[in-house]
């Protein structure tokens, strides 16, 4: 049921998902710290 309910967490913020796992990309990649 938990499993299901981030599912359809993940789903509703799609676009705003996809943005932030770039983002999380190009800090792995650019660490600055």
Known sequence: MQKGMLENNLKSRNG???????????IL????Y
């Open 16 to 26: 705003k998902t996809k943005l932030s796992n770039s983002r999380i990309c190009w």
């Open 29 to 32: 990649n650019n660490p600055l």
